[in-house]
Nanobody
Framework: VQLQAFGGGLVQAEGSLRLSCAAS????????MGWFRKAPGKGREFVAS???????YYADSAKGRFTISRDNAKNTVYLQMNSLKFEDTAVYYC???????????WGQGTLVTVSS
């Protein structure tokens, strides 16, 4: 499956942004989907994921502010980010996996910059 993330940009603190990730090549609904991020000088970290069933999981830093969703008809997964903080600045990557396996498929990343 090929993934393409977009929707990043520059936003002020407390603002909102919605990231999208379009998938192609395989049956999208068969995959768990996730969002990860990599901030300057830090390692990649998990942000949120959504299973085929629709069950969602969030990092503590994302709970209450971010919402992951998917539209299987559009082969797209979204990350709605509200109340953005400076520390949310990072390159955000979408990823896909066959359930119970590792995150094997990655998009190219989209940069989110939050100004304080």
């Amino acid at each position: 499956v090929q993934l393409q993330a977009f929707g990043g940009g520059l936003v002020q603190a407390e603002g909102s942004l919605r990231l999208s990730c379009a998938a192609s090549g395989r049956t999208f609904s068969n995959y768990d989907m996730g969002w990860f991020r990599k901030a300057p000088g830090k390692g990649r970290e998990f942000v949120a994921s959504i299973k085929r069933s629709g069950s969602t999981y969030y990092a503590d830093s994302a709970k209450g502010r971010f919402t992951i969703s998917r539209d299987n008809a559009k082969n797209t997964v979204y990350l709605q980010m509200n109340s953005l903080k400076f520390e949310d600045t990072a390159v955000y990557y979408c990823a896909a996996r066959i359930p119970s396996e590792s995150w094997a498929y990655w998009g190219q990343g989209t940069l989110v910059t939050v100004s304080s």
